[in-house]
């Protein structure tokens, strides 16, 4: 053998991982990293949309309830109006019916008689009609309530205890549960 195929086969030297190679594994590193800090960002701003959806549609619900409720409340109390207006007619009933009443029985006649019958049922149809539509007297027994009562005066009373209601002056009314007119009476001392 000559001289340069011994030297050719000369033992190579084995071959060092150059600078290149651990730059590219550190740049694959850092590009996982940089991939998994995108995922983290994208989930938390996909639940932050999720939170933001939920509430919004809370709110969307609440608001349709709050409708509901108020269209429910407008439409049983429409007729508050009609009603305080045809109080004065169911007042000037009684007026009358207390007139009748109060003639004594020698002036009654047979078309008196008829008149006050005539009068009894058309109040009785009248109040059931206000009773149909949630109109109701105020409860005028017993001891005075701030909420349905109007106190116009105080009376001395042997009978009675102060505070308790004597004598009912213009009869008080609710339209289902509120207050249409309050009960105007006297109260004992």
Known sequence: MSKENKNSTVETEPEVE?????????????????TTDEITQLKELVTQWEDKYLRTHADFENAKKRLAKD??????????????????VVDSFESALATIEAIETEESSEVLDKIKEGLDLTYAQLTKVLEKNGIKAVECEGEFNPDVHQAIMQV???????GDIV??????????????????????K
Do not use: C, W
């Open 18 to 34: 150059t600078p290149e190679t651990e730059e590219v594994t550190k740049s694959s590193e850092s590009e996982e990293e940089q």
């Open 167 to 188: 004598q009912v002056l213009q009869k008080g009314y609710t339209i289902k549960d509120r207050l249409l007119r309050p009960a105007m009476v006297s109260t004992a």
């Open 71 to 88: 269209k429910a409340t407008a439409v049983s109390y429409a007729n508050e109006s009609f009603a305080n207006d045809i109080l004065s």
């Open 156 to 162: 001395e009373h042997d009978e009675k205890k102060s």
